[in-house]
């Protein structure tokens, strides 16, 4: 798979994830002193960030990427 597949796949998984409500039962709980909001919503942020940045990059980059001739 090449990386302008896999970032495809991440954003594509990413889309799915913000489409989806957070489950009520996560609302509000903590496992090891860790909140489930605040760990989506910190995890979301890295990911938005990511998904917005590395997308011009990564077509660039893989749009770039050809053989070097030897003269």
């Not at 489409?19 to 996560?26: D, G, I």
């Not at 002193?33 to 910190?42: E, K, P, S």
Request: net charge negative.
């Amino acid at each position: 798979m090449t990386s302008s597949e896999q970032f495809q796949t991440a954003a594509r998984l990413w889309q799915e994830h913000r489409a989806a409500e957070f489950p009520a039962c996560l609302r509000g709980a903590e496992f090891e002193g860790i909140d489930m909001v605040m760990l989506d919503a910190d995890t979301a942020g890295c990911t938005s960030a990511w998904v917005n940045t590395a997308a011009p990059s990564i077509h660039n980059a893989s749009a770039s990427c050809r053989p070097v001739s030897k003269t």
